[in-house]
């Protein structure tokens, strides 16, 4: 899907090709967003404005080398791009990288940055949820990481768009009531009383 922005047009890689370029790294990467929602389902589900890869804070200097000719923006809060210099580390707070192939290129990727402490995940939103980085994400059939589907839930949980709550319904028969359960646990944390809640009570045996 294209879309054209203020910063200019996307044009997302889909996911083989990202698996294609990321494939040759020993650091741990994820397809995120709702690329990570079909990943999980096996199907298409809608249309996307962008995808979402998801990297170790401390692994961030893999993305300029796995996309090495490519332009890396970084979005400065509160809303701004600027260019990534090579082997800048970007500190906490800036977790979103845009790239493309070359300045009259649509951007392609977006990279996202997270939180690790002694072998976990840490979400940058709420550092009380967290999990083992092994335990973070899964492979899809066809062999792309991709974030497990409780913890892209967790992010879409924040602010849940009409596009999110289509990603849920496609998502819940999926879910083991372990999967549930770290959901509704996460969810009691960083934001008490959250609606999902309910939906997710695991289903009586």
């Known amino acids: 899907m294209r879309t054209e922005g203020p910063w200019g047009r996307w044009e997302p890689a889909d996911p083989a090709a990202v698996t294609a370029l990321f494939a040759v790294l020993a650091e741990p990467w994820w397809i995120a967003g709702g690329y990570a929602i079909e990943c999980a389902v096996g199907r298409r ?4 404005g962008d995808i979402d890869v998801a990297v170790l804070r401390r692994d961030q200097l893999v993305v300029q080398r796995v996309l090495a000719g490519w332009e890396w923006w970084a979005a400065d809060p509160p809303g701004s791009l600027r260019p990534w210099r090579p082997g800048e580390l970007l500190p906490f707070g800036v977790h979103d990288v845009w790239c493309r192939p070359g300045a009259d290129r649509p951007w392609q990727i977006q990279v996202m940055l997270e939180e690790d402490r002694d072998g976990y995940w840490e979400c940058r939103r709420d550092r009380r949820v967290r999990r083992p980085i092994a335990a973070l994400g899964n492979v899809s059939p066809a062999g792309i990481p991709h974030l497990a589907l409780e913890v892209q839930l967790f992010y879409k949980a924040a602010s849940p768009r009409p596009k999110d709550e289509l990603d849920l319904v496609a998502a819940l028969p999926l879910l083991t ?7 509704i646990d996460a969810l009691a944390l960083a934001h008490p009383g959250h609606p999902w809640c309910d939906r997710l009570s695991p289903p009586r045996q």
Request: charged letters at 35%.
């Open 177 to 183: 009531a372990a999967q549930r359960r770290w959901l």
């Open 45 to 48: 589900l809608r249309d996307h």
